[in-house]
Structure formats: structure tokens, C-alpha cells
């Protein structure tokens, strides 16, 4: 026979604290990927996202994006409001090879465009056979 256990609670006991979650949730950009010889290129949907609302970040191969969108401030009174705050993130696990120090982004018409050239180490290269 199993034993089962039951927590009792009593009207005096405080309420369980819960964590506050953030109530937008984050959203998962669509992304293109470019391969290039010399370098990886990413272009990141981010519409209505502002230069200094991102944030991107590479440590140990991975690149994490994260980017917010707050309301338009606009006058008047709003009769229909379809824009919402948004908040993004993505993350990509790229290889060891990229030259963290010359990664470079730009956010141009709602697109982010990242370049991660690859470290000249990794680059291909032709190796001369003597003879």
C-alpha cells in the first residue's frame, strides 16, 4: 500500500509568492542566412525596432539578438490599435571561427543586417606543393 501525503493550508499562511512575468511575450524574428567564403551574413526582421533598442551579443559561438519595440506615440484618441510592444530574441550557435572583434550590425528599414567574417585562420586557402 503506498502513502500518499497531503499539504494542509491554513487561512492564516501568507499566499505562495509567484515569480512576475513579463506579459509580452518575446517574439522569434525571421531571419536569412547568407554564407559567404569570408564571412556569415544574417538579416533579422526586427519592423519598428530603434538602433539603440538592440542588443547583440557574441560569447563562445553564440550570437544572441534581442530587440524591443515600444508604442508609437501618436495624438489623439486611438479608434483602432493594431501595433502592439514587442519584444525579440534569437539566438544562433555559430562555429569558433568567426572574428568576434570585426563582427559589425546595422538596422536599416526594420532589417538588421549582421556581418561575422570568419578569422583568417579559418579562411580557405590554397597551400603550394614544391616539387
Partial sequence: MSEMTMKTTNATTQPEKRPVVNPRAALKPR????????KL?????????????VELHFEKGELT????????????????????AAEYYRSFLLSQDVAA????AELKNGVLTVDLPRSPAALPRRISVKG
Fill in 65 to 84: 539578438v534581442r530587440a524591443k519595440r515600444d508604442l508609437p506615440k501618436r495624438p489623439g484618441r486611438c479608434l483602432v490599435e493594431q501595433f502592439e
Fill in 31 to 38: 531571419v536569412d542566412v547568407l554564407e559567404q567564403t569570408e
Fill in 101 to 104: 572583434d570585426q563582427i559589425s
Fill in 41 to 53: 551574413m544574417l538579416f533579422v526582421d526586427l519592423p519598428g525596432v530603434k538602433p539603440e533598442d
